[in-house]
């Protein structure tokens, strides 16, 4: 079965630190992997998306994510974290062969301290 | 432009209540999705439009649920006689039409949620 990871409930960074949010898959066929944020009180944000090409893929807001094949693993990262970045952060796949819903992993809190 | 709107943010309802849950999506964007996120399940996918069609229903959780589409637009998600496990924020997304060649699928834009709370 299709899955999507995050190790990590809630991430805590200082201001201006770079920062690292987890996520692993495990996906039939080729990965396509997509970052969404969550401000509270909102919907989902889209921030980027891998669909092919290059490894490291560049998005909103200043993000970036790290597709590792070996790995199984794409890791957004930002290089320098900002108190407004602070929200909940989803790692989603569309399943295979199914009309591009998407499954989501359980979510990463970052907390962004001054 | 305006994105994927919803109504109503908040609604409150005793046990046994219907209830209808309205998005309307992005023009343009034939896809539909609708999505359940609450705390001990996270993220959920309920069902996916095509046009006014839905090819997936996978994922609604019991026959009290239900969402039609019309018009390729606006989309209402009902659920019948509401059980307190139903209380949840609804999201609902809109994307283009899955496209084909090397970028076989588009980003979903998600609409800010109803939260439905069931006494």
């Known amino acids: 079965a299709q899955s999507v990871a995050q190790p990590e409930d809630q991430v805590n960074v200082a201001e201006g630190n770079p920062l690292t949010v987890k996520c692993t898959y495990s996906?039939?066929?080729?990965?396509?992997l997509f970052w969404y944020v969550q401000y509270p009180n909102r919907g989902l944000q889209f921030l980027l998306k891998?669909?092919?090409?290059?490894?490291l893929v560049k998005g909103s807001y200043g993000f970036e994510a790290e597709f590792n094949k070996s790995q199984t693993s794409f890791h957004l990262k930002k290089p320098s974290a900002l108190v407004s970045d602070s929200a909940l952060y989803f790692c989603?796949?569309?399943?295979?062969?199914?009309?591009?819903?998407?499954?989501f992993g359980a979510g990463t809190r970052l907390a962004v301290h001054p | 432009g305006a994105g994927v709107s919803q109504s109503p943010s908040n609604k409150v309802t005793e046990k046994g209540k219907d209830v209808e849950l309205r998005c309307d999506p992005i023009?343009?964007?034939?896809?539909l999705y609708w999505y359940r996120q609450s705390l001990g399940q996270g993220l959920e996918f309920l069902i996916y439009f095509q046009g006014n069609s839905a090819p997936d229903k996978s994922g609604l959780p019991s026959d009290r649920f239900s969402a039609e589409r019309t018009g390729g637009s606006v989309s209402t998600l009902t659920i019948q006689r509401t059980q307190q496990e139903d209380s949840a924020v609804y999201l609902c997304?809109?994307?283009?039409?899955?496209?084909?060649?090397?970028?076989?699928?588009?980003?979903?834009?998600f609409g800010p949620g109803t939260r439905l709370t069931v006494l």
């Open positions: 891998y669909i092919t090409g290059d490894n």
């Open positions: 997304a809109s994307s283009l039409t899955r496209g084909g060649g090397s970028a076989p699928y588009n980003e979903q834009f």
């Open positions: 996906v039939s066929g080729n990965p396509y």
């Open positions: 023009s343009g964007h034939t896809a």
């Open positions: 989603a796949a569309p399943v295979s062969g199914g009309y591009n819903k998407l499954i």
